[in-house]
């Protein structure tokens, strides 16, 4: 229920430090820093790219051994040599903790991947193809990074000037990347699906998507996505 066309959310002081908390362990200027910056770094697009990976060339059993993998190898946690070494080892670490904890979000997003891949579909786009799919879910994350950003600078995390260099940052990458505003909302549609699954007001989000595409009044329609060359 916050503003669309504002930089302040028009929430109450309560709602946000209580969501910021809860939802994203952000609870002061540094906590808010560096979330952001691992939106903008990682965002859910990197466990989405292996996740999406490990489904396309089918998983043996349930993928769990194949997304450790990949997680490993990423190289995010630490040196992969070090982190096998840490994983084979009795005793915990920083390195095996994190990689574990990761992995359990990897695995909830390959489930809701399985659930929803192939049934997604809005009005304007019509049935997803399984290349809509392949294209990521970066325009999630850039609706995550936009939101948890506004909310930070109403709790006085963030200045005004750092709000402005990450709207500029979106701006550049959503056009350096999407050609319309149908293909952002797929990206966001899939996104959206596979951190929650079928679940979670999945269809208000795909309802409200399409109102944006369709409504003459919408931004969406009076500012259609002009591509960066």
Known sequence: MAYCDSCTTGLTRNSLTDGLGSNWDIRSPQEAAETLESLIQYGHRFFYDIVFRVY????????????LEALVASGRYGHPE???ERIAAEESSEEKDLVFSALERA?????NLRSAFRLLKDKVN????????????????????????????DCEYIEQHELNRILAHVDSVLRSNFSSWPQF???YII??????????????IIGIAEDLMTDK?????????RVVD
């Open 56 to 67: 396309r060339e089918g998983a043996s059993e349930d993928g769990r051994h194949e997304v």
């Open 126 to 153: 019509g049935q997803y193809l399984p290349k809509d799919y392949s294209v990521g879910v970066l325009a999630w994350d850039l609706g995550r990074l936009v939101t948890v950003a506004r909310m930070s600078l």
């Open 185 to 187: 909302a797929k990206s």
């Open 107 to 111: 695995m909830d997003m390959l489930e």
């Open 82 to 84: 070090t982190v096998w």
């Open 217 to 225: 009044n919408s931004p969406w329609v009076l500012s259609p996505l």
């Open 191 to 204: 996104g959206r699906a596979c951190w929650s699954g079928q679940n979670m007001m999945l269809g208000g």
